[in-house]
C-alpha cells in the first residue's frame, strides 16, 4: 500500500483506467486499485476489466492476481463466470499465431532463445502465455499488450517493455495510445524505472519511424 493518496481517476476514458488499474496491480497500491475500480465497476465493459486482471498472473504471479480479483469481486459485485473449456490443442496452435502477431519478425528468435533457456518455458510460455490467456475473448490484443506495457513499466523489466512496447505497435495501438500507457504506469513506478521505460519508448518509436 502506498503512503500518498490515491489518484482521482472516474473521469479518465474506461481503456485509460484498465491501463491504470494494471499499473496499480503491478505496483500492489491497495488505494489505487480501490479507487480505479470503483471507476470501473459499473463499466458496461466489466469482461474487458475482468480481462486485464485475469492476464496479470503471467506477470504479477498468482498471489497477486488472486488478491486483486477478491477486491475486484467485492468492489464490483460481479457474479463469477463460468469457466472456460481446456484445449491445449488450439491454445497451442492460437498461441503461436498471436505471438507472431506481437513479435512479428523476431518470433521465430524469441522461441529459440526461450528453447536455450529451457524447452518447456517455450512450450508454456506459447500455449499458455499467448494462447490459452492473451489469446483470450473479452479484451482486443492491442488493448492487452498496452496494458502489458503499464505492468512491465512498474515491475521495471526493459527487455520485456521493449518487446510488448513494439507489440502494442504491432497489433494496431498508436503512439498516441502507447504513450497514455507509459503515463498511465508513471503515476506508480519509481523514477529510475520511468527513466528506463522513457528510454524503452524512445528506441521502439524511432525503430517504427525507420520501418
Not at 524447452?119 to 490484443?141: C, H, I, S, T
Not at 503512439?175 to 507509459?182: I, K, M, N, P
Amino acid at each position: 500500500m502506498s503512503g500518498r493518496a490515491p489518484d482521482p481517476a472516474p473521469q479518465l476514458p474506461a481503456r485509460a483506467l484498465r491501463q491504470r488499474l494494471c499499473a496499480a496491480v503491478a505496483a500492489r497500491d491497495e488505494d489505487a486499485l480501490a479507487v480505479t475500480m470503483e471507476a470501473l465497476s459499473g463499466a458496461s465493459d466489466a469482461i474487458a476489466v475482468e480481462e486485464a486482471l485475469l492476464q496479470s498472473y503471467l506477470f504479477v504471479g498468482y498471489p497477486v492476481a488472486l488478491n486483486t480479483l477478491g477486491l475486484w469481486r467485492a468492489r464490483s459485485g460481479r457474479p463469477v463466470p463460468l469457466p472456460s473449456e481446456d484445449d491445449w490443442e488450439l491454445w497451442t496452435r492460437r498461441g503461436a499465431d498471436v505471438c507472431r502477431q506481437v513479435y512479428g519478425g523476431q518470433y521465430g528468435e524469441l522461441r529459440e532463445n526461450a528453447r536455450a533457456l529451457h524447452p518447456d518455458l517455450e512450450r508454456w510460455m506459447v500455449a499458455e502465455g499467448y494462447g490459452k490467456v492473451l489469446g483470450r475473448g473479452g479484451l482486443d490484443l492491442r488493448e492487452r499488450e498496452l496494458c502489458i506495457v503499464a505492468m512491465l513499466v512498474v515491475l521495471d523489466t526493459p527487455r520485456q517493455l521493449y518487446s510488448h512496447m513494439r507489440g502494442a505497435l504491432s497489433t494496431g495501438a498508436s503512439e498516441a495510445e502507447a504513450e497514455e500507457a507509459l503515463r498511465e504506469a508513471f503515476r506508480y513506478a519509481a523514477a529510475p524505472a520511468r527513466e528506463r521505460a522513457w528510454a524503452v519508448w524512445e528506441r521502439v518509436r524511432q525503430g517504427a519511424l525507420g520501418s
